[in-house]
């Protein structure tokens, strides 16, 4: 099993639609967990930490699930700005982030 | 957050050469990582570079091939050595800082390496 799965996609949807990704990793000792956003080209940038107890900026909302081992991110109302590849990753052993293969998402108008 | 230069931005080599990159950042972090980017793929872990020890090196990857350099808390370097087609690769640095509930890293802008 791989450290840290995602689905490759990719998620094409309208704009207004509402999207979900989830990831799952393998380390029940990991501690931290993110969601990052890279755009083609760019490096990633830091979207969301994510919480035990579950959080919400906006428009996107993350959740972990310590006991399925998976993270969430959901987002409302879809943009055509938030057309990016986005990246789970999940603490190491080293204070290294392990990183997901990435879900693209294509927002359509 | 950080903010996080790296030179250079892009570089074409030829193999059996070597490069270093350099990364800073704008304030003083303890924790400094290098990751590698392959076309299609995910980051992998090249290294971790704390100032004043030595770097530690992931599974793959060696000192003699990807020396590393922390001298002090605000800059690190990476060579690429003797480097192959293989290796073309985009390379970032990222650090750690506290951030409101929990440590987060931030990310360079990526040196983008193509070797011949």
């Known amino acids: 099993r791989k450290e840290v799965e995602q689905d490759p996609g990719p998620f094409n949807v309208p704009e207004g639609a509402t999207v979900a990704f989830n990831c799952t990793y393998s380390n029940s000792a990991s501690q931290s967990f993110f969601w990052y956003r890279q755009d083609c080209r760019k490096e990633p940038k830091l979207l969301m930490s994510?919480?035990?107890s579950g959080n919400e900026d906006g428009r996107f909302t993350a959740q972990l699930n310590r006991a399925s081992q998976y993270i969430s991110l959901l987002i409302r109302d879809s943009k055509l700005s938030d057309s990016a590849t986005y990246l789970c990753?999940?603490?190491?052993?080293?204070?290294?982030?392990?990183f997901g293969k990435g879900t693209k998402l294509s927002v359509k108008p | 957050s950080a903010v996080i230069s790296q030179k250079p931005s892009r570089d074409i080599c030829q193999r059996g050469t070597s490069l270093t990159i350099q990364c800073q950042v704008d304030s003083q972090v303890t924790m400094m990582f290098w990751y590698r980017q392959q076309p299609g793929q995910s980051l992998t872990l090249i290294a971790t570079a704390n100032q004043g020890s030595e770097a530690t090196y992931e599974s793959g990857f060696v000192i003699d091939k990807f020396p590393i350099s922390r001298p002090n808390l605000t800059f690190s370097t990476l060579t690429v050595s003797n480097m192959s087609p293989e290796d073309s690769s985009i390379y970032l640095c990222s650090v750690e800082v506290e951030g409101q509930r929990a440590y987060e890293q931030y990310f360079g802008p990526g040196t983008r390496l193509t070797v011949t």
């Open positions: 994510v919480y035990s």
């Open positions: 990753a999940v603490s190491g052993s080293q204070g290294n982030l392990i």
